[in-house]
């Protein structure tokens, strides 16, 4: 391998004097190491950004150097810029400036396979002729040393008059050269083939790389045999579902495992602050808000960071390794039963986080149809906010019977899942006709996966999280307290005759008089939640709710959990004891002895299978709706989402609840 | 990747139709399915020498070193030229 790049010596440099800020467009076929490269060169200072009108998301990092500053869009990966599909037009739109949202790059990083060079060589050769002077970043060449592969750089720069660089992006040689490089990249002046047609560019391509490259490149080369024997186990219709079934048990085993230590000192901590915010600050309304409204709000997301944190790393670490394009491959069969493409199968599993990063995920599928129709389901799968409600719920139906419990839980899962891919077969059978594209995907080479790739992927997709969590959540939550707690109203006269009661027991029976004065605490609190606007509105809702066994007070934990599901237990918090806080013991305790106007129990065995369901299957979140308008273009599909979503869980809910009853179970 | 003289005169065959470990020659109509293009760009050019590493629905193709699963719906339009040696 050559240790330097060169530059063709007639050639014009397009950048003989670089403005301060450079702006490099990254580019290159999929699993070519861009991501890695981005990563290498930027580390954290870099964003995801969103490009409006467009299903793509890109990064953009910037590179400081003493005398210039290198801004880098890692651009999704893909196989030719004339390729009708959302990437390829994208990174076309984006390289000739005719996209709006966005500057003109001054110039193009290709990154390049070394051991895959024919093939690379396609998008290298468009990718150079798009008018911007350009660098070759040839990737992977510690593979390719490996494989006993030798490419002359000097050579291929001469061809294809750029710049090449030889680099590791896992290994970081060549990053220091390449970085000289990219001050001056060259406009190419070679005779290229021409960029639409791609047999006439693999011919070219074809008579290149025996000019090019040494050694062994032909099909069966020695890795070969090992790949295909880990093929072989992970795409074997039996070995391969059981090793993807202990995959995914594992990987969830491990989320809720490892994650429940961060939870709880993320909800001690919350506790603290609280408190702290609490006693700092004068009693009255910014106190109330900025404690239960606030706070309350961010605590109830932070919680659910860990799970999320872990979810990602573990995802980012299988798909560098290669195994998830297995999975993929495996779940094409199953998922293809249920009108889905096997790339579904990515976005769907993250749903179990959430739903918002799994629908912006499906834009690597490639049919409309398809893509559609997993957005549409995503959000059926159990995503982390239900937790604490099943956690509410099953601890009531399932007191003491722990072994039970686990069942109830997984059943919930189960009945999500379900839930996802009937939807999708009737659905594709109905509106959203018309043949699934069939499966072509590329099944890149087995790697060591990177933790520094995994650390910085996780990292990025948590700020998106908590980007979430301080905006839409924090403004949810202050609106609902603010209805919870206004109008206020006069405590209703019992409450003063109990406190006054208990003046006058303070002496001789304190400890009645404590007690009586907290049921006076409880009935104010108890007549302001329905006397405010959040009350009144529970009232007039109830009758909606009744055939589901939900009570008004019921009614307004659900409707104050419309916007996000995991408002519902502290809503229910607020409403029956009139503390915040429903992680609290005592107050969960409190939850489940909590009785309706007439006297019975609020939380029956048949309501609370009730609400189970109904919160399995409802659309309870206004962040997924709104991302669904974004990734469809139209709030059509986010309405159709809400209105199938909440009216199949209303019916299952109300199902279950009657069924229940009439079995004799109240 | 140079033209290798195993190429029989035979008649070409479906890809979905050879068995596993068996070598071919692809020979691409254009046109010949919905996705020939993206096929193009992936690799799988017309003359390129494609080995079936995994037979069935969908099956496993790698060209050069790049390993693609297909469905067998798409694999059944791709013709190509069995490697009489490879057999
Ligand atoms: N051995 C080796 N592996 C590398 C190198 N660069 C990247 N990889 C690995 O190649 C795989 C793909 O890398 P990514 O950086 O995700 O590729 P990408 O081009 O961003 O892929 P897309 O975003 O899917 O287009 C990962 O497993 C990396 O760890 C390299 O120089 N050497
Ligand atoms: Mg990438």
Redesign the interface.
Known sequence: MTANATKPADAPSAAEILPSRFRYALLGNPNTGKTTLFNRLCGVRSKTANFPGSTVEARIGVIPRRDITFEIVDLPGHYGLNLDRPESSFCKQFLSGEYAHAPTPDAVLVVADATNLSRNLLLVSQAIQQGLPAVVALNMTDLAQRRGLTIDTDKLSEVIGCPVVPISARTGDGIDELLRVMRTPILSSAALPNPTDVQETSNWAEQIVPLCVGGDDAVGSANDSVTDRLDAAFTHPVLGIVVFAAIMTGLFYTIFSLATVPMDLIELTFAHVGQWIGNLLPAGAINDMLVDGVLAGIAGTVVFLPQIVLLFFMLSVLEDTGYLARAAFVMDKLLRRFGLPGQAFVPLLSAHACAIPAIMSTRLIPGHNDRLATIFVAPFLSCSARVPVYVLMIGILFTDQPLVAGIAFTGCYVLGALAALVTSLVFRRTILRGPSTPMILELPTYKLPSIRTALLTTYDRSLVFLRKAGTVIVAICIVLWWMGEYPRVDAPPEVATMRAEAEQLAHEQPETAAQLLVQADEVEAQNAKAKSFVGRIGHIAEPVFEPLGYDWQLTVGVLSSLLAREVFVSTMAVIVTGEEDGEDEAVRERIVAAKRDDGGLLFTTATSASLLVYYVLAMQCLPTLAVTRRETGSWKWAGAQLVYMTGLAYVLAMLTFYVLRWSGVS | ??ITETRPAAVPVPLSTLPRGA?ATVCHQPQCC??C???????M??R????V??R???L?V??????????S??AAHIQVYPDVSAE
């Not at chain 2, 293009?37 to 690799?43: C, D, H, P, S, Y």
């Not at chain 2, 390129?48 to 080995?51: F, L, P, S, T």
Request: hydrophobic share 40%; proline share 3%.
């Open positions: 990747m140079a070598s919905a996705d293009e993206l096929l193009n760009a992936m690799g050019t017309d390129c020498k494609v080995r590493c995994r069935g629905n969908p496993i790698q060209v050069a070193s790049t390993r693609l699963g297909l469905s719906a798409m």
